[in-house]
């Protein structure tokens, strides 16, 4: 599989922001837009333009793209290679979830949303702050291949006990924060 290289695509630089990315995304989008270009291969290249703007607006996705380019030789100065994980399988994703000593020790099936996506993960009994739990294939994808894992890295709310009230969160729904991205 020959890797595309969205920035030339686009014609941004490297090391072009969110901004400028998305304007040179918009302004190739309407001329090569099917309805108003009639060229046979038009769509083609509206299709990729399309891929390159969603790739690079998103910060996780681009973070991935330019490991990639870094491990196939493409990327510029100053740049590493270390990428070549990303063709076995895709990106791990380390996400922290915050629970009570009370949930930690009793155990408890959250409702946790990671990359706009809801998953339903049961914490064993007696899991300790600090703990990571290995959710297989839950990761970031990796294009004609498999996913990574998504390691969830569990962390104590420790509730006050001069008031005795409990402000830790319910185990109800909550929102994954994204740690670290591994490839």
């Known amino acids: 599989?020959?890797?595309?290289?969205?920035?030339?695509?686009?014609?941004?630089?490297?090391?072009?922001d969110r901004a400028t990315i998305i304007r040179a995304c918009r302004q190739l989008m309407q001329r090569y837009h099917p309805d108003h270009n009639s060229d046979p291969g038009a769509a083609g290249l509206f299709r990729e333009v399309c891929e390159a703007g969603r790739v690079l607006r998103d910060a996780a996705q681009r973070a991935v793209f330019d490991r990639m380019l870094a491990g196939r030789g493409l990327a510029?100065?100053?740049?590493?290679?270390?990428?070549?994980?990303?063709?076995?399988?895709?990106?791990?994703?380390?996400?922290?979830?915050?629970?009570?000593?009370?949930?930690?020790?009793?155990?408890?099936?959250?409702?946790?949303?990671?990359?706009?996506?809801?998953?339903?993960?049961?914490?064993?009994?007696?899991?300790?702050?600090?703990?990571?739990?290995?959710?297989?294939?839950?990761?970031?994808?990796?294009?004609?291949?498999?996913?990574?894992?998504?390691?969830?890295?569990?962390?104590?709310i420790h509730e006050p006990a001069a008031d005795g009230m409990n402000h830790a969160p319910g185990s109800g729904a909550r929102k994954g924060r994204i740690i670290d991205l591994r490839c």
């Open 1 to 16: 599989m020959k890797l595309k290289d969205y920035y030339a695509i686009l014609g941004v630089a490297r090391g072009a």
């Open 76 to 156: 510029g100065p100053g740049h590493h290679s270390g990428a070549c994980a990303i063709y076995r399988r895709g990106c791990d994703i380390h996400v922290e979830a915050f629970l009570s000593t009370a949930e930690l020790l009793t155990g408890v099936t959250l409702a946790l949303m990671v990359r706009q996506h809801w998953l339903r993960i049961r914490v064993p009994p007696q899991a300790r702050a600090g703990q990571s739990l290995r959710i297989r294939e839950r990761g970031l994808p990796r294009r004609g291949g498999g996913r990574g894992d998504l390691l969830l890295v569990l962390r104590a």
